[in-house]
């Protein structure tokens, strides 16, 4: 059976490119999915030689579906019925129901505009079209550290800082504050416009970074909770475990009087206040020094 490696190599219809790591880390993820008859979305096809390859590999495939807002994309044509390409912003209201009315979807693979406005809110408008077990994939994130992008390494709402709030959302029954998992992503929502009041935050059962690659898996709720205690073994010669401790269901401590937990404000609403206060103390500071 080729790689998509090989199949990368051997491929000479549509033009595809993706960085070599890619290839490496899709040869695993995909692994599961190889033989089964799935249905894969793409967002940003390009030139469409993706989805030729895609089909290739995921011989049993039953839809491979493209979604690109360049409107040469309607040239693209395919000698398989199983790759279709609808043409248009993936995140205009139109477009989405066009591709929600094609099901739900095993792998979705954004690989978009890269802007973090794009990035935020394909994930919000789309992750409910994602299977139980589906894998969510995001690439070249390497943007979101780039200022033509809405990036940069210490910017409050860039791509990569939302994804980063994911992993709190993993994390939730910890917490120890009555917040809602809403709360945490207020400045996307207001920036952004994107809404998080129906997003299924409790069925991400986790997320995996790679270089310029973001990997959100798909579960249900109640996989993606710690769960009871489980104790083996027979022999304790440095602790015996309390009794309790057997089949023990964790109860995360309030964490009300936590400093570093229980802010009046988000951490980036203050990195902001910080930022306006120093631009004005350095303007007042050039006032001074021209006096």
């Not at 491929?11 to 890619?22: L, M």
């Not at 990035?119 to 139980?132: A, E, G, T």
């Not at 203050?270 to 021209?290: G, H, S, T």
Request: net charge negative.
């Amino acid at each position: 059976m080729k790689s998509l490696k090989d199949i990368y190599a051997a491929h000479v219809g549509k033009v595809s490119d993706k960085w070599t790591i890619y290839l490496d880390e899709y040869e695993e993820k995909f692994a599961n999915y190889r033989d089964i008859p799935i249905n894969m979305l793409e967002i940003g096809i390009q030139n469409g030689g993706s989805l030729e390859i895609y089909l290739e590999y995921f011989s049993n495939a039953k839809k491979i579906l493209g979604c690109d807002i360049n409107l040469n994309c309607h040239k693209l044509q395919y000698l398989s019925e199983k790759i279709s390409v609808i043409v248009g912003d993936a995140n205009s209201k139109h477009v989405r129901e066009i591709i929600k009315a094609h099901g739900d979807f095993d792998i979705i693979i954004d690989d978009g505009s890269h802007t973090s406005f794009d990035i935020v809110n394909n994930f919000c408008n789309y992750l409910d079209s994602l299977k139980l077990g589906g894998l969510y994939v995001i690439e070249d994130l390497h943007c979101s550290y780039w200022d033509g992008f809405d990036g940069g390494l210490f910017h409050p709402i860039s791509s990569i800082s939302f994804l980063k709030k994911l992993v709190d959302m993993v994390n939730y029954e910890h917490w120890g504050l009555p917040l809602s998992r809403e709360y945490l992503l207020a400045n996307f929502s207001a920036n952004f416009g994107a809404s998080f009041d129906k997003l299924p935050f409790s069925m991400i059962h986790s997320i995996e970074f790679v270089n310029s690659l973001c990997f959100i898996r798909k579960a249900d709720s109640v996989k993606n909770e710690v769960g009871p205690r489980i104790i083996a073994g027979y022999e304790s010669l440095v602790e015996v475990p309390h009794p309790e401790a057997y089949d023990q269901i964790i109860h995360s401590p309030s964490q009300q009087e936590n400093f570093y937990a229980n802010r009046i404000y988000l951490p980036e609403n203050e990195l902001v206040e910080c930022y306006k206060e120093i631009q004005r103390l350095q303007a007042r500071i050039k006032v001074l020094e021209e006096a």
